[in-house]
């Protein structure tokens, strides 16, 4: 299968990256090297890792960056964005120029069939980034009890009919197990009651996100590889992100938030006992989100939103 991945806000991504002649940068979500390209023939002079925890991708990444001729430039990686510190010393670099992550999953990996993560096929549930280690969405509908499958559902789907969808889903397990992702659509569809249904949207969308958020570790994995690619950055070096939804938005906006703080004493304290200096400047003070005309050509980029900071 190609990988048909529209970059999403690459011109915004390698603007507030600020790039330099010479910098080192670190995509680490280099999916099929859409953004990495961008990097690479915005700065003629610029080097760029690219990590990403999928095999595949990282294939569709080196066939890309072989046909633009900028394989000398270019460093791949498999493996996870919240190790990113110990990934780059094992190759050896101290400190980078500019981080750029584009989270969530590919378009390519969302059409891909086999990977399971999509109802718009029927395939066996997997929704696994990387598909040699870790549970699948598999292990855990058929695993969970029903109090955790309704709190993955809640969480991280926002989803007001976790605990009808949970419950359906078990009593569909002591038969048979929920194998492929249209017994799992339908089984959500059949627990939502119908005057509920969304127009424009399947009743299942929500517990699908969520689950693909729960095997991936998504939002844990978010968090470590923030506080890592903050250490990893040299002084005046920048950290771009771009999420897709409020969940992920929320946790960089709050640990940059925090790291441009210069006091985090109780405002009631009447002079600073924490000591704190502030590490970074927000360069993003609201979110940056696509333009119209990149929406109307790439629909996935109407949720969007990129923030960028700047290590002092
Ligand atoms: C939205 S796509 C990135 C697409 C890429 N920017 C491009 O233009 O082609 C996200 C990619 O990040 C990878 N990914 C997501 N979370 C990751 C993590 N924690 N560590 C490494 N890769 C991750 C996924 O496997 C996927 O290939």
Do not use: W
Not at 89 to 104: A, F, M, P, Q, T
Not at 188 to 208: D, N, S
Not at 266 to 274: L, Q, T
Not at 277 to 296: H, N, Q, W, Y
């Amino acid at each position: 299968m190609e990988f048909s991945h529209l970059p999403v806000m690459a011109k915004e991504a390698v603007r507030y990256l600020g790039l330099r002649p010479g910098g080192v940068y670190v995509d680490g979500t280099a999916g099929g090297g859409g953004h990495l390209l961008e990097i690479l023939k915005a700065e003629r002079e610029a080097a760029v890792i690219g990590i990403d925890r999928d095999a595949d991708a990282l294939k569709a990444a080196a066939k890309a960056i072989e046909a633009e001729g900028c394989k000398d430039r270019v460093t791949l990686v498999k493996g996870n964005f919240r190790d990113i510190k110990q990934t780059l010393e094992r190759l050896g670099v101290k400190e980078v120029d500019g981080i750029l992550l584009d989270i969530g999953v590919s378009s390519f990996q969302f059409d891909a069939p086999e990977r399971g993560f999509s109802f718009r096929f029927d395939s066996r549930l997997d929704m696994r980034m990387d598909q040699t280690q870790g549970q699948s969405a598999y292990d855990l509908v058929n695993g969970l009890d029903k109090q955790e499958l309704a709190r993955i559902f809640k969480i991280y789907g926002e989803e007001r009919f976790a605990e009808k969808i949970a419950g359906a889903i078990v009593r569909v397990r002591e038969t048979k197990p929920v194998e492929t992702t249209g017994e799992l659509a339908e089984v959500a569809a059949g627990a939502v009651p119908k005057r509920f249904h969304e127009k424009g949207q399947h009743p299942a969308t929500r517990i699908f996100q969520a689950l693909r958020i729960a095997v991936n570790d998504e939002l844990e994995g978010l968090k470590q590889g923030l506080s890592g690619g903050y250490a990893s950055l040299k002084s005046g070096g920048r950290l771009v992100v771009i999420s897709f939804h409020s969940l992920e938005d929320r946790i960089v906006k709050e640990n940059f938030r925090y790291l441009a703080l210069d006091c985090v004493c109780p405002p009631r304290f009447p002079a600073c006992v924490c000591g704190k200096k502030a590490g970074a400047r927000i360069l993003t003070p609201r979110p940056v989100t696509a333009a119209d005309d990149e929406i109307r050509a790439n629909p996935r980029a109407r949720s969007a939103k990129l923030r960028a900071m700047e290590k002092l």
